[in-house]
């Protein structure tokens, strides 16, 4: 039998039984590594039509993996830097304003710990899971040009809208049906959210709920079947806007993740995740933007993890 990890000693690290929850906890920091992570400021600000970005961006997150004792798996680090490629477009829908986004991710991990008092490491390099979005505002400005926008926003600076949206994640990342450990999830990702923004002069509020829903993976090591109840997951942003379109964000998120279930066992491996992050964005140039992004997430839970990410992410409105 082949086994994933590799070690300073050629032999099986634990049993079966221990190696598919240690692999549940730490793959979890991949595929579906930031679901209260995931803070994503001025989410539902209007776009108006005949806009459209293209982006690229990189991150880098790091930290610490906490288990269940009885796993004897301690001081488990990772380490994962990710890139992505981004692209946006809004519509019209009636006299609705929608939008479509497309994201495609590249991911190199690395897993460091010790297990029953051996040294292992992991490493995955490759493309992860994309994900398209698909989004529409139910309340605030119609769909209309960037002119009309303009003048739309100057009339009304007190303004709300309110959105829903519906993402899909694809399993197409990379995935080994006899390895534990990898970058794709091999199951589609359903995440229904709504969510709101409040502009009153320079000042944004805003707040999202989301819910994600697993189909089962039934290629889990080995001819094992992994299914995941859902995770119910909230973020909200206080954004303030100064001159020459220079914004900041202070957010704040937490997910509360379901558990896994492996051949119909629970695994009582349900966590929570609060999340803090502070966002930059500036102009580089008349169509060119950069923003800055930095999340400190933290496992409410015994078992789970605190991560620190750093990320910045380069736009083209075209």
Known sequence: MAYLFQTNKRKPLFSIVNIVVFCLIICSNIGSKIFAQDL?????????????????????????IFFDPLLQAEDVTTEVSSFVLIYVRP????????????????SLAQWDGMVSDVAVTVKRNGFADPRLRFSLNLIGPNAMGPKKMQEYMAAHPVNTTVGVSLAITFPLGQYFGDKLLNLGQNRFVFRPQIGMVHNW??????????????????????????????????????????????????SVGYGLRGQSIVNSQPNKDQRGDLAGGFSLGFPLMKKHSLKFAIVRSQTSKDVGSDMNSFAIVWSFLF
Request: charged share 20%; aromatic share 18%; glycine share 8%.
């Open 40 to 64: 994503e400021p001025r989410r539902w600000t209007p776009m108006p039509l005949g806009v459209n970005v293209i982006g690229g961006g990189y991150a880098y997150t790091h930290g610490e």
């Open 91 to 106: 519509f019209k829908l009636g006299n609705k304003l929608a939008r479509i986004d497309a994201m495609v991710p590249y």
């Open 201 to 250: 002069g320079n000042w944004s509020y805003e707040f999202t709920t989301s819910v994600f829903l697993f189909t089962a993976n039934e290629d889990f090591y080995i001819d094992r079947t992994n299914k995941q109840d859902p995770v119910f997951a909230f973020q909200t942003h206080l954004m303030r806007r100064f001159k020459h379109r220079i914004w900041a964000s202070l």
